[in-house]
């Protein structure tokens, strides 16, 4: 009985040690998954977002087909991936992205700015994810807008849904843009919002299959 109980109490003191271990063993993986999967913070929707159809929405919004040319303005790619709180990719999301043109106008009716619209310019474009979530569109740089007291920093609306159901609404922001931190909604991001949310551009490579003068920016989204 005395051997009986001393293995039992090792015993008791192994599997506690384990449980400790497991514990922080489990715990340390779980935060490294959590932080790498921290759901992409909601933004406005903003006043802009498309009500008209058009006949081109597709992945290039430098050009408009049936109309001559390229529109004017630094040509630039944003590609990334769409993945829920675990990491895992999603395959088939449906990404509606708008934006500013160079001169600061989006094409809605409720826009006031004075500028005529650029016809080479797609305005807004809807893109699907591949199965490996992965989705990448090319466009061109956009202005800030607003007024002197309000002004925006550039930045690009995001939207994205899974089977019809929106999932997230959000903004893309521009590493070393002046106005970042001057930009009301920029400022209402949590630090670790502006981080994810601030993409750093860079030029495409020489051997890439990209527009020459091109840069390219990746843009992750935790739905
Ligand atoms: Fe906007």
Redesign the pocket.
């Known amino acids: 009985m005395k051997s009986n109980h001393r293995i039992s109490r090792r015993s008791v003191f192994k599997t506690g040690l384990l449980a400790v271990g497991g514990y922080f063993l489990s715990a340390s993986l779980f935060s490294k998954v959590w932080a790498a999967c921290t759901r992409t913070e909601r933004q406005s929707e903003?006043p802009?977002f498309p009500v008209n159809e058009q006949s081109d929405v597709n992945q290039d919004l430098t050009t408009v087909h049936g109309v001559e040319g390229q529109a004017s303005g630094q040509v630039i790619y944003v590609q990334g991936k769409v993945m829920d709180a675990s990491c895992q990719p999603i395959a088939g999301a449906e990404v509606i992205v708008w934006?500013?043109d160079i001169k600061g106008r989006?094409k809605h009716p409720g826009d006031a700015e004075a500028n005529e619209l650029i016809p080479q310019f797609q305005y807004w474009g809807r893109i699907i994810t591949e199965t490996d979530g992965s989705y990448w569109f090319k466009t061109i740089m956009p202005a800030a807008?607003g007024s002197f007291f309000s002004k925006?920093t550039p930045?690009i609306?995001f939207k994205v849904l899974v089977d019809g159901k929106e999932r997230l609404v959000s903004?893309m922001y521009f590493e070393g843009q002046e106005l970042n931190q001057k930009d009301s909604l920029y400022r209402y991001l949590s630090k670790e919002g502006q981080r994810q949310s601030t993409i750093r551009f860079q030029s495409v490579a020489a051997s890439s299959e990209r527009q020459v003068g091109a840069l390219e920016g990746t843009f992750d989204m935790y739905v």
Do not use: E, S
């Open positions: 903003g802009f934006q500013a989006y807008y925006r930045h609306h903004q």
